[in-house]
């Protein structure tokens, strides 16, 4: 392998002035921990930059690593040589001798942020391109089209070369916006729109409501599989808080207002969201609602429904077709797990023909006529069980916390 390092560059940091030593802190954090598998490679910030060192680590299994981090707008594989010409000369023969097969057409661009470097950086496009010519016989310059573009960047404290740029995820770094709760059911949506919420910055706790005995533990499991999924894109670790809805469900069934028990069932899931966010200062909820998917994401819908909670109700997915996102669920890794088959608590008591257009003074009415709704509300917060679910603890899942009531 010809290059010792990688020099990572930061996504739409950049446009935020004067937030940006606290962005690339943040994202060289999340660097080091997505490195941890590699304990050799070594990641520095200078000069508002981050750089991987590779020290003997494999690049290939780092690039697929870094992929996966927010915050990062592009990364390239790089060589370092000494800031002097012979040092880079050499340096960028040999990455053009390193291709297996040579490629026909090249060109170099230099890039000269170090002003008391001797040549000018025009004076070094001829400098090192006339050397590699020189020693790679069927080897042409293209200035338009080469197969390869080698840069040379001179940097004060040394000189980096490197001829690929491989993308990033984009975004913030993870937990740099605030932070919100995700409500996570085992289906493909929710995942998905917290990955989203994630890349723009924030941080995620989920919230999951299970009707044990009516959902298995199966389904449980599948829960956390997801969190864990989500956990590997931000920080390695994800609060999951799970919380008893058996009590509220059956009670809501129960008032027998068949077209009208989804909108009861999200107001009151809304309901506890709120107050879990509440007491973990997050300042958002994140739901996996798409416009116009089922009846309880009808605009009508979504309008009762909302009007529940005084928080933004952030919905990443509300414009997106159901095939992209699940293009986007197979590519973050969910996929898989979301279409295992067990039933969550709402599909277990959907109705025939739910409304998809509730009337929000009806619905008022019928939980001001519920008066034990408020307290199985907070019943339902105080019995919640919160796991910190761990990415990559060899199948652990991670402890049960203590209760933070
Ligand atoms: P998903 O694929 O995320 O399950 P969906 O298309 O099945 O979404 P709904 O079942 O109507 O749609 O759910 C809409 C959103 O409500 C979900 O994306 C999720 O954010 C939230 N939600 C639904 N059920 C639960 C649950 N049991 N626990 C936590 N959140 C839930
Ligand atoms: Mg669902």
């Known amino acids: 392998m010809i290059y010792d390092r990688i020099i990572l560059r930061l996504g739409e940091i950049t446009v935020k002035g004067r ?8 994202l060289l954090e999340q660097v080091v921990e997505a490195l941890k598998s590699f304990p050799r490679a070594k ?39 000494d800031s002097e010409l012979e040092s880079i000369r050499d340096a960028a023969l040999a990455i053009m001798r390193s291709y297996p097969d040579v490629p026909r057409t090249f060109k170099v661009t230099v890039k000269r942020a170090w002003k008391q470097f001797p040549h000018t950086s025009h004076e070094m496009n001829h400098l090192v391109g006339a050397h590699v010519l020189r020693a790679t016989p069927n080897l042409k310059v293209d200035v338009h089209r080469p197969d390869v573009e080698l840069h040379v960047d001179i940097q004060p404290e040394g000189t980096y070369l490197y001829c690929e740029a491989v993308p990033g995820a984009g975004g913030f770094p993870y937990g740099t916006n605030g932070k919100a709760i995700l409500l996570l059911s085992g289906g493909i949506d929710s995942p998905v729109a917290g990955w989203m919420a994630m890349r723009k910055g924030l941080e995620l706790e989920a919230v999951h409501f299970h009707s044990y005995p009516f959902t298995s533990e199966q389904a449980k499991d599948k829960v956390v599989e997801l969190a864990r999924r989500l956990a590997y894109y931000g920080g390695g670790s994800l609060k999951l808080h799970l919380v008893p809805f058996t009590d509220i469900q059956t009670a809501l069934v129960r008032f027998n207002k068949e077209h009208l028990l989804i909108t009861l069932m999200r107001r009151a899931m809304l309901r506890i969201a709120e107050r879990i966010a509440d007491r973990r200062k997050a300042g958002a909820i994140v739901t996996g609602d798409s416009l116009g ?72 009415r019928i939980e001001s006529s519920m008066p034990e709704l408020d307290g199985m509300i907070a019943a339902a917060v105080d019995g919640t069980e919160t796991i910190a679910v761990e990415y990559g603890s060899g199948g652990k899942v991670g402890d049960l916390e203590e209760s933070w009531f």
């Open 293 to 364: 998917q089922v009846a309880s994401q009808t605009l009508g819908s979504m309008n009762v429904i909302g009007r529940t909670t005084s928080l933004p109700l952030l919905r990443p997915l509300v414009m997106m077709d159901k095939l992209e996102i699940i293009r986007m669920a197979e590519r973050i890794g969910t996929y898989e797990t979301s279409i295992l088959p067990y039933e969550d608590c709402c599909t277990l008591f959907q109705p025939k023909s739910p409304s998809t257009n509730p009337n929000l003074n009806v619905v008022e």
């Open 19 to 26: 937030n940006r030593g606290r962005f690339e802190k943040r």
């Open 43 to 81: 990641a520095t910030a200078t000069y508002g930059r981050i750089y991987v060192e590779l020290n003997g680590e494999a690049y290939e299994p780092i690039r697929d690593r870094l992929k996966d981090v927010f915050g990062l707008s592009s990364f390239s594989p790089a060589k370092r040589a």
